[in-house]
């Protein structure tokens, strides 16, 4: 089964930019969406398809999606950034959907 | 504005049955695939079951394959999943989530939508 692989953690002062990725064999030529969960609360979509924003998602959030590697790129972290994030895909192969391993972002 | 209220979850003894329901409002339903995504204690998502707006395509992850069965009724805005034989592992959060964009299936899609969730406990 297709397997997504993201960092347990990434840590960033306020003001920087954090990068998670998501790894994934040739997740180039997949459509890949973000999710950002706060502890206690549901999961809020952040990205969709590679690097489309929903509405009232800051500019600050952006995706990248080529070759093994899928990015979330987070600039100007804010302490409310502050969550887990979990990347997905659709794999066709074997007709699932599939979640990252999710990585918690770390506000230093 | 979009409201999806999950119901039905419990405390419930491995082997027995449990249906959870997902009433939705703020959208037009019969438009929209939904989906089921379920998080145990502590750990990661897990896709568990999609199903078209018509009914039409099904899927469900391999760990639930042949005891979960997603249905809806477009008529009363609902989702439902019936979930038989219960083990232990499916212990978790269950939350609805509705496709951020109409198509004729249940592929392809990211979720813009959650509810809060029921929780599901199988413990003897």
């Known amino acids: 089964s297709y397997v997504l692989t993201q960092p347990p953690s990434v840590s960033v002062a306020p003001g920087q930019t954090a990068r998670i990725t998501c790894g994934g064999n040739n997740i180039g030529s997949k459509s890949v969406h973000w999710y950002q969960q706060k502890p206690g609360q549901a999961p809020v979509l952040v990205v969709y398809d590679d690097s489309d924003r929903p509405s009232g998602i800051p500019e600050r959030f952006s995706g990248s999606n080529s070759g093994n590697t899928a990015t979330l790129t987070i600039s100007r972290v804010e302490a409310g950034d502050e969550a887990d994030y979990y990347c997905?895909?659709?794999?066709?192969?074997?007709?699932?959907?599939?979640f990252g391993t999710g990585t918690k972002v770390t506000v230093l | 504005e979009v409201q999806l209220v999950e119901s039905g979850g419990g405390l419930v003894q491995p082997g027995r049955s449990l249906r959870l329901s997902c009433a939705a409002s703020?959208?037009?339903?019969?438009?929209?695939?939904m989906h089921w995504v379920r998080q145990a204690p502590g750990k990661g998502l897990e896709w568990v079951s999609g199903i078209s707006w018509n009914s039409g395509s099904i899927g469900y992850a391999d760990s639930v394959k042949g005891r979960f069965t997603i249905s809806r009724d477009n008529a009363k805005n609902s989702l439902y999943l019936q979930m038989n034989s219960l083990r232990a592992e499916d212990t978790a959060l269950y939350y609805c989530a509705k496709a951020a964009h109409d198509s004729s299936g249940y592929y392809y899609a990211s979720f813009d939508y959650w509810g809060q969730g029921t929780l599901v406990t199988v413990s003897s």
């Open positions: 997905q895909v659709w794999d066709s192969s074997s007709a699932l959907y599939v």
């Open positions: 703020g959208f037009t339903f019969d438009d929209y695939a």
